[in-house]
């Protein structure tokens, strides 16, 4: 008699043990076999957007796989109806948390992806956003599907809201002026841009909170939004990321200007071949502009690509122009005075 009841109480829990190992070893297989060959296959073929799919179901396979193991278990094995409900619906709302944060990876991903081949920009709060809004819907789902009303969770939703505005306006005035710098297109990440308080750099992101600036020290600058959209700066890249150098220069006045001209647009090309080769249809020129105490000054422009290149373009200029000067006899006069000293004489009058 004892050993028929073990038999049933062993037959009982091998069915459920069973559909917990298969799930288990389904996900494995699905994970790392499955999942892996199919990523490397599409990846090879270049398929638009393929490495946000694949990223964004990193894992979630083998959680859906054991999701079903469990499930069937659950089934499989004779269980109270309220405890297999219950079960149930930690199942279910573990299941639709999964496809929420697919949903959520896949949106900021593609939403980032757009942006930034439509406009360069790369913005993590717009992805940020996207992804807050899935949770939150995804979440009131999983409330209403095991059973929990959601009409005063979005009552108190709203009521905290608006008490939380209230306390934080710092806070959602950098959330709106991040909207703002990002629709009007004033900056986006890439730009080079100088603040009226005389910090400078790239910027790299923009934040709910803050855009962030990097130094050509790769140094890091933290400015809140809303400073940034009410102060006064250089955008660089406005309204086009390529740009003019200014050079001024100055030759003694013994010199031939035409083939100062000459030499010194010739040396200007040679830098852009180097730096700036799709820019050569612009061609650079000079134009003389003054008599100096000490030289005929002129100023050269040229076209870069952006405006750290012009410390690049400067660097060689310098090198060049100095080098092929001295070999053509042109001077770069240095400030030199004549003092004409006069001698006097004592005169004694008696």
């Known amino acids: 008699m004892q050993n028929t009841i073990l038999g049933i109480m062993m037959m009982q829990w091998i069915r459920p043990i069973i559909f917990i190992l298969v799930g288990l070893l389904a996900g494995i297989i699905a994970e790392k076999v499955v999942f892996n060959k199919l990523k490397n296959i599409v990846i090879k073929k270049r398929i638009p957007g393929s490495e946000i799919i694949f990223s964004s179901l990193r894992r979630i396979p083998f959680i859906w796989f054991v999701l079903a193991g469990f499930l069937g278990a659950i089934l499989s094995y004779s269980l109270k109806e309220d405890v297999t409900t219950a079960l149930q619906k930690i199942i279910i709302a573990i299941f639709l948390f999964t496809v929420t944060l697919v949903l959520a ?15 360069g920009v790369s913005a993590s709060l717009i992805s940020n956003l996207v992804k807050s809004t899935i949770f939150v819907l995804g979440a009131l789902i999983i409330f209403q599907t095991i059973g929990i009303e959601i009409t005063p969770i979005i009552t108190t939703l709203g009521i905290t809201g608006l008490a939380v505005g209230l306390a934080l306006q710092d806070t959602l005035a950098n959330l709106f002026a991040g909207f703002y710098l990002i629709l009007s297109k004033q900056v986006k990440t890439g730009d080079y841009v100088k603040l009226s308080s005389g910090e400078e750099g790239y910027i790299t992101d923009i934040t709910w909170r803050n855009v962030t600036i990097e130094e ?5 600058i ?3 939004n809303s400073k940034l959209s009410s102060t006064n700066l250089i955008n660089y890249n406005l ?3 390529q ?30 071949q180097e730096i700036a080769p799709d820019l050569l249809e612009n061609e650079p020129f000079i134009r003389f502009h003054t008599f100096n105490d000490f030289s005929i000054d002129f100023t050269l422009y040229m076209r870069v ?3 750290f290149d012009q410390r690049i373009a400067k660097h060689l200029l310098v090198k060049k122009l100095h080098k092929r000067y001295n070999q053509e006899g042109i001077l770069i006069p240095f400030p030199i005075r004549d003092v004409y000293m006069k001698e006097s004489t004592n005169t004694n009058i008696s």
């Open 105 to 119: 990876r896949l949106a900021a991903g593609f939403v980032n992806l757009f942006i930034q081949r439509t406009e």
């Open 216 to 220: 050509i020290a790769k140094n890091t």
């Open 222 to 224: 933290l400015v809140p």
């Open 239 to 241: 309204p086009a990321k």
């Open 243 to 272: 740009l003019t150098l200014t050079m001024n220069i100055g030759v003694s006045y013994e010199s031939n200007l035409e083939k100062v001209e000459s030499i010194t647009v010739e040396i200007a090309k040679e830098v852009m």
């Open 305 to 307: 690509n952006e405006y």
